[in-house]
Every structure is written in C-alpha cells, then in structure tokens.
C-alpha cells in the first residue's frame, strides 16, 4: 500500500475510531454524544533513533513517511539491527467486532436506555445525595503496514458504565461505585441485582462501619484488591523499559529469582476478554500469554521490540500506544493472579482476627506497596463480621509476594470503564486485572 523508504525501516498504524459517551447526574442528561474519525501514527527506524508523525490526514501518509526518511540516515544494514529483527510481519484480518457485535449497531438512545435502566436503584435509598452515571464505548479497527512485510487488520472494543454515588447519614459521608466493562453490548445489561447488592451494601457500611485498631492483621485480598496488588506492586516492575540501562534493578529482577511464595503465579496476557483485550500490540506482535511468576519464581518480563533486543528475550504482545498521537511503549494488557484450590470459607478458617478487603476506591506501588479500601470488614473466628473503615493497607512488596499463604478456587478477572493504567504522558489506557481470593499472612493497617 505505501512505498516504504529504502535502507530504513518504517511502520504505519491507521486506527479507525468510533466511541460514544452518556454522563447523567441526578437525572440531568449533561452529556450524550458520538465520535468517529481516522488518524495514523507513522514512524521510521535508522537503527539508531526513531522518528515519529502522526496526522488525521490519512492521504498525507506517504508524505510523512518521505519527509521522515529524509531526516533519518541511511543503514545498509538495518535489517539486521536486533530491534529490527525481532519484529514481526504478521499478516491478515482479525476483525472480531465487525458484524452484530459492533457496538456501533445500538443507537445512542438504546445504550441511554440500558444506563438509565440502574439510576432507580441508586434513586431509591435515601441515603443517597449525589448520583451520576456514565456509559462509554469504543471500537478501534487497526490497520499496520511495515516495510518488513506485515499487513495486518484487527480491532478492538470495550462497553462498560459507572454508577458513581455519594452516601451521607448524620457527619458520616461514603463514595462507592458499580463500575463494569467488557467486549460487547450484552455484557453490561441484566446486572440490576449485583447494582442492587451495592447499594444495599453500600447503605449498611455507612451505618455501621467503625474506625479499625490500627495494627498487623492477615489480609483476605478480593479479587478486585488482588489484582490492582498484582497490577501496582508486581505489574509495572515487569515493564521491561525500567530495567535498561539500569544493572541494579536487573540483578533484582533476574529471571528465575525466588520473589513470591511457591503458591504465587501472576500472569499477563493480551487474549484474556475484557479491556485488556489486545491480541497483537501498536507493532503488530502477536499477544502472548506470559508467566512473570510461576510458582514463586521470577519467569518473565513485559515486553516492545527494543526492549526484547536490548535483554535478548523473547517479544510479548506488550508494545502498546493509548492512541494515534503517541509511540508504543511497554504496558500491561490482562494481568492476573492464578487461582488457588481453597474455598473462600477454606480461606478464612483459621483466622482468628484479620481483615477483609472488598474493594478499593485506589492502589499504588512500587518496592512498598499502598491500598486504600472503600469497603472492608473485620475476619472473627474464620467468619466475616462488622465493617471497618481504613485509610490504608500496606506493606514491602517482595515481604508481601513471599507472606502469600492461600488462593482460592474462585477467580475473578475485572474490567472497568472508567480510569486505566497511566505511564509517562500515556493516560488512560484500559486494561483488565483480576485474580482469585488471597490470603496473606501479615499486613500493616491503618
């Protein structure tokens, strides 16, 4: 299709965007619109740097390739060059949204009756004193042509909405949410008993939950909790880009270093369903199902093309732009903790006084790690008892991995339509996490 600059290498990514978006506050329609357009992102490899375009003008693509090439230096020799050989020429159609599961066949009002059908379940406690809800959808078809020979067509899509409420009763005030996405249309409608449940829980944290004793308690993770863990803490460390150049961190993240307890196995993974859901990354690499732990061993990295040339691994999927104006860079697709064989009662036996953590209004970390619960209960004698409210959890993440001492059968993988994974200026790129219950041994909470 284009004439790729001779002695150079060189890529084109066409995304071909639709997305709508319906915000309602206390019955108030502030916003209900649809987007589409189509724009590229176009760049060009000497072996030495990148050089980078981006345009709506899709019949300037040729120009910006030419007027790239123009400023690169020639290489005789770039089919060679490591990043260039790792990348790979994958060819054919992918589309898996194309027909009736295109989002884009329901109208706007469709997609406003579907929202709307949750607002009498947040409408009718009175407790509730501020409420808004918000659907979003987005389906990108993409395009990638590179001078290596790949011709690729594949799409991506994501629905979800957010129930978003504020609760007060006499001094005491408590923001909780429903938030749910997925692939297609059918995955957000019929859940008027889970927002139900939310509102109903919801209704009796904020009349009956306690400040916690702040002190050292096991830990009963959610799968929600577990996830957002694996993600901040584990997740981001697994980013190839951190460790080149960096030979501390390397010899800390060395592969086959015992990091976690021999229970513990985290996984990312670009095939899974939901929002992280990418089977070939903005290089058009294959996704990959890839173990960073197994078994408590550090077994894998995240990784684009330049950073599985600089380490000599092996390519991931991980390569991923949150749209047409920015260059791929190494980011999470689907990362999970694997389920154990307990019962969620089999978890709890036998502790004594813990905590449970139902879900988190955020999380964050690095080599410590900080949780911030929305909802969370004391564990009495291996049973779930009185609400707790707690400012934070947290703990030394390597300390944490290794104090992991029980996963359930149960497994959960999560999608939310709101926020995403935010790195460098790149912000929000949608991605999933998950995982099952997750007990672990000793945790600071406050």
Known sequence: ??????????????????KSDIVVTLGRTDNMKEQRYSAAFIR??????????????????QDELDR????AKKNRSIEEHGVVRKLQANKGSYLRFDGDSNVFKASLNEKYDILSSYFPHVEKSELVKFWRGQYIDQRVGKRFFSSKGANLEFDYQRVGFRLLFQMA???????????????????????????????????????????????????ILSPEAAGVFAHESFGHKS?????????????????????????????????KPGVGNV????????AEETYLVREGLLSGRLHSAETAAALGEELTGNARAVNFEYEPIVRMTTTFVTPGELSFDELLSGIKEGVYVDSLNHGSGMST???APCRAYMIRNGKIAEPVKISVVTGSVF??????????????????????????????????FGGPYVRVRSLSVH
């Open 68 to 71: 790239l090439a123009s400023l």
């Open 1 to 18: 299709m284009y004439s790729f600059p001779d002695l150079l290498y060189s890529d084109v990514r066409i995304e071909d965007v639709s």
């Open 369 to 371: 790690f900080t949780l």
């Open 169 to 219: 009763k006499d001094e005491e005030q408590f923001m909780e949410r429903y938030d749910l996405a997925g692939n297609e249309l059918d995955s957000i409608k019929g859940l008027h008993e889970e927002v139900r449940k939310t509102v109903e829980t919801s209704e009796d944290f904020i009349r009956n939950a306690r400040p916690v004793v702040s002190g050292s308690y096991p830990v």
């Open 44 to 61: 060009v490899f000497d072996g030495e740097r990148w050089y980078f375009s981006a345009t709506t003008d899709l019949d300037s693509i």
């Open 399 to 432: 300390q944490t991995l290794n104090e992991i001492e029980g996963l359930t059968e149960e497994f959960k993988l999560l999608s939310f339509a709101l926020g995403g994974c935010g790195k460098m200026e790149q912000y929000a790129l949608p991605v999933g």
């Open 279 to 286: 089977i070939f990354d903005d290089e058009g690499t294959k």
């Open 239 to 271: 980013e190839a880009d951190f460790m080149i150049g960096d030979k501390t961190m390397m010899e800390e993240w060395k592969i086959g270093r015992r990091v976690g307890s021999e229970i513990l196995s985290i996984v990312d993974d670009g095939n």
